[in-house]
């Protein structure tokens, strides 16, 4: 089974950036399909950017489109999330996800604990 950690949180003033890290333990990062998704005090988790296992397909929701990238490096068993432009309204804990699919789903299987991104106006 796979276990995902995730870095790179922190307090951000608006218009900053941020890259997010997940690393994953275990030899078989390469065959999940990883996404982003958070969740803002008050409000139900969102989903954020997926990518396909090989990174050759990226999904965005349209509040990421065009300032979130992700990425990833299965030689590293890493995914990022690189936030640009950031707003108070990004605000919220970060958590990466995936699923040994070629696909991911609205609920995924693995799960990392969370970051937390403050961005202060």
């Known amino acids: 089974q796979v276990q995902l950690v995730e870095s790179g949180g922190g307090l951000v003033q608006a218009g900053g950036s941020l890259r997010l890290s997940c690393a994953a333990s275990?030899?078989?990062?390469?065959?999940?399909?990883m996404g982003w998704f958070r969740q803002a005090p008050g409000k139900e988790r969102e989903f954020v950017a997926s990518i396909t296992r090989s990174g050759g397909t990226t999904v965005y929701s349209d509040s990421a489109k065009g300032r979130f990238t992700i990425s990833r490096d299965n030689a590293k068993n890493t995914v990022y999330l690189t936030m640009n432009s950031l707003e108070p309204e990004d605000t919220a804990v970060y958590y990466c996800?995936?699923?040994?699919?070629?696909?991911?789903?609205?609920?995924?299987?693995?799960w990392g604990q969370g970051t937390q991104v403050t961005v202060s106006a």
């Open positions: 275990g030899r078989t990062f390469s065959s999940y399909t």
């Open positions: 996800a995936g699923d040994q699919l070629s696909f991911l789903t609205a609920a995924p299987r693995i």
